[in-house]
């Protein structure tokens, strides 16, 4: 069963992580955040928010240690969820703060939001998501519909050459950007599934499944 897996959510000092947390425990994780990388190996699956300054979460993750522990945990093929500036910071490189080396998971830059007069930066609300269904992307999109739209606050988007790692797509003032991305047992989304009601709780409970399938099968 996939409920109550042992899932880690990273707090390393970049704001309030309870709705975050209280969204994973909703869908039946075991969740807990951790404030140190010695931590991470109490979870079967492990959970990087972000908001704020991409600048500042970066110094802050090579601080405690925690850049070196996101990277391994993802090379050892574990499950791995990211939010927002949680996948903003798996490319190499962002515009922000005059220029921000990152984790360098992936190829590929953050860059800011470039739009027509009329459409706002950030861009905050609901929209939609043009989501790949193949493969193991299809079951974490189990009850999720092409119509379903999901909860946006970002300034800034990944621009990545690696067509096989995107997820998904959204189109906003005319810029089509990346809005998600996943890879082996690794999902993220530029979106925030817990400010997204029943449909980003569905987005959770489907990870979860599909991480406790892998570790029962492991």
């Given at each position: 069963m996939?409920?109550?897996?042992?899932t880690?959510?990273?707090?390393?000092?970049?704001?309030?992580?309870?709705?975050?947390?209280?969204a994973?425990?909703?869908?039946?994780?075991?969740?807990?955040?951790?404030?140190?990388?010695?931590?991470?190996?109490?979870?079967?699956?492990?959970?990087?928010?972000?908001?704020?300054?991409?600048?500042?979460?970066?110094?802050?993750?090579?601080?405690?240690?925690?850049d070196?522990?996101?990277?391994?945990?993802?090379?050892?093929?574990?499950?791995?969820?990211?939010?927002?500036?949680g996948?903003?910071?798996?490319?190499?490189?962002?515009?922000e703060?005059?220029?921000t080396?990152?984790l360098?998971?992936?190829?590929?830059?953050?860059?800011?939001?470039?739009?027509?007069?009329?459409f706002?930066v950030?861009?905050?609300?609901?929209?939609?998501?043009?989501?790949?269904?193949?493969?193991?992307?299809?079951?974490?999109?189990?009850?999720?519909?092409?119509?379903?739209?999901f909860?946006?606050v970002?300034s800034y988007?990944?621009?990545?050459p690696?067509?096989?790692?995107?997820w998904?797509t959204?189109e906003?003032?005319?810029?089509k950007?990346?809005?998600?991305?996943?890879a082996?047992?690794?999902?993220?989304c530029?979106?925030h599934?817990?400010?997204?009601q029943?449909?980003?709780?569905?987005?959770?409970?489907?990870?979860?499944?599909?991480?406790?399938?892998?570790?029962?099968?492991?």
């Open positions: 996939s409920e109550g897996r042992n880690a959510i990273i707090d390393y000092g970049m704001g309030n992580l309870r709705s975050v947390l209280r994973w425990e909703a869908v039946g994780a075991r969740a807990r955040l951790i404030r140190s990388p010695l931590e991470i190996d109490s979870g079967d699956l492990l959970v990087f928010p972000g908001q704020g300054a991409i600048a500042d979460a970066m110094k802050l993750l090579k601080s405690t240690g925690f070196s522990a996101i990277r391994d945990w993802i090379a050892a093929g574990k499950p791995f969820f990211g939010i927002c500036l996948l903003q910071a798996l490319f190499q490189f962002s515009e703060g005059g220029g080396e990152c360098g998971v992936f190829e590929g830059s953050v860059k800011k939001l470039n739009l027509p007069r009329g706002k950030p861009h905050m609300g609901w929209d939609n998501v043009d989501f790949r269904r193949d493969g193991r992307r299809e079951k974490l999109l189990d009850g999720i519909s092409d119509a379903d739209q909860y946006f970002h988007y990944v621009e990545t690696r067509a096989d790692i995107v998904g959204t906003y003032g005319g810029q950007f990346v809005s998600a991305v996943s082996g047992s690794l999902a993220a530029q979106f599934p817990e400010k997204s029943s449909r980003g709780l569905r987005l959770y409970s489907n990870f979860l499944k599909s991480a406790g399938a892998e570790c029962a099968g492991s």
